[in-house]
């Protein structure tokens, strides 16, 4: 890629990442663009994504994906201290999203990525390797297959894949700690959507945040298990 084309899209990044208010170091900012510059490489071929333009990639992939970081933050913050290490599950992640670039911007959490198609999967060990990601697992199988190894150890799951609900919650719930939560990123949930969330699950909070760059509805969805009542 042409120098002053990488300059083009790191100032985009950069702007996008300071109407984000994150406060993130040059270098993992271009860690970000690296990771996407390969991504693209890699699309052309292997059809990771239907998005093929780097500039909307650099909104639709890696700024859509840091939009929800402020929100994550915040629930790390308020975990017990007694907690050793903070691990997501990223289901489905397919080229990696939103997973690499949490990973990325967070080297001290542990991520999971689950993804069942193995060209994803051959990709997503191949950008492990390639950025030295020490805190990214890569799950090349079904994610029924996967869970068991992973049963009762994982903080949360995150996923751009799943419209609907009870299928998400399905999959992850094996996973979860005890208090483990589930965050669903959605253009908006639809009723028949909502209905499949079982009765011992419910939505926490529903937050809406923008992405700097797109005029669309995003919505990042906190789910929780719904606590018994102590008599």
Known sequence: MEKDSQQALLIQLSDG??????????ETIQRLLDYLIEFQRWNK????????????????????????LPYLDKHVEQLPKSEDFFS???????????GIPLAICRPAWRLHLM??????AVFLQH????????????HGARIEDAAPALAESISCCISRAFSE?????????????KDGLLWAMKARALDEDLKTIPNTWKIENDYLFSVPGLDAERRLYELARVRELKA
């Open 165 to 177: 609900f009870g299928k998400f919650i399905t999959l992850s719930e094996p996973m979860l700690k």
């Open 17 to 26: 990442i300071r109407d984000l208010h994150l406060n993130l170091s040059a």
């Open 127 to 138: 950008i492990v390797t390639k950025l030295n990601l020490d805190n990214v697992k890569v």
């Open 45 to 68: 071929t292997h059809n990771l994504s239907s998005i093929h333009d780097l500039n909307q990639s650099v909104t639709l992939h890696l700024l859509d994906s840091l939009a929800v």
């Open 88 to 98: 997501m599950a990223d289901l489905g992640s397919g080229g990696g999203l939103p």
């Open 115 to 120: 993804e069942a198609v193995q060209k994803k």
